[in-house]
């Protein structure tokens, strides 16, 4: 079946975010996204409070968690009680002994904490190329680089606020459950990168 996927997005339960429960649910509705991962910083009170809200119920729901580590930020995805550590490669192993999936967000963010060239020597799973918040040049490092390493190429859009909510999305050909989700990711989908509102039209890449 169809899923459309956003790997990438914050509530309130981050510090930076404002989004609350009920803004991210209006938001998905109308971006159309059935299946979604709450990745806030250093946390998973975001996600254990949409996975108990009975309002989320036709969604599915993936835990993630975006972990502050030492050589830039790490994404954990399909993992209820996900190991948090500050040294990337103990976080990297620990999550795939417990079978889950790191994701490297905004890998060439100069503006944030990223990793950058280390996604090539952490054993990253898969790298978001197309960040909502990232501009074009970081992107398209990203996406290059994720070419030149055979990664997998995800977008998030990485929302903050309820208007960045579904600015980009993956298309996936997958069951819609946790592990149909997270192995149509590492096989590869269909990008959507929706142009800010005014702008008209979406962009598809199929990555």
């Known amino acids: 079946m169809k899923v459309v996927f956003d790997p990438h997005i914050h509530t309130n339960s981050s510090p930076d975010s404002s989004i609350t429960p009920n803004q991210l649910l209006a938001g998905l509705h109308a971006a159309g996204i059935n299946?979604?991962?709450?990745?806030?910083?250093?946390?998973?009170?975001?996600?254990?409070?949409i996975k108990h809200n009975s309002a989320f119920r036709d969604l599915l729901i993936v835990p993630g968690i975006e972990v502050s580590t030492e050589a830039g930020d790490l994404i954990v995805l399909g993992l209820e009680d996900p190991p948090v550590f500050r040294d990337p490669i103990m976080l990297v192993e620990s999550v795939h002994r417990a079978g889950g999936l790191i994701l490297a967000p905004h890998p060439f963010d100069s503006f944030r904490r990223s990793v950058g060239t280390l996604c090539g020597k952490l054993g990253i799973d898969i790298m978001e190329v197309f960040n909502g918040r990232c501009d074009a040049d970081a992107n398209r490092e990203a996406r290059e680089f994720a070419g030149a390493l055979g990664l997998p190429a995800v977008g998030g859009s990485d929302a903050h606020q309820k208007e960045e909510i579904g600015s980009v999305v993956n298309v996936l050909e997958c069951e819609k459950t946790i592990e149909g989700v997270l192995m149509g990711l590492k096989k590869g989908g269909k990008v959507v990168v929706r142009k800010k509102q005014g702008c008209g039209g979406d962009r598809r890449f199929r990555v």
Do not use: N
């Open 35 to 49: 299946a979604v991962a709450i990745t806030d910083h250093d946390t998973m009170e975001g996600y254990r409070r």
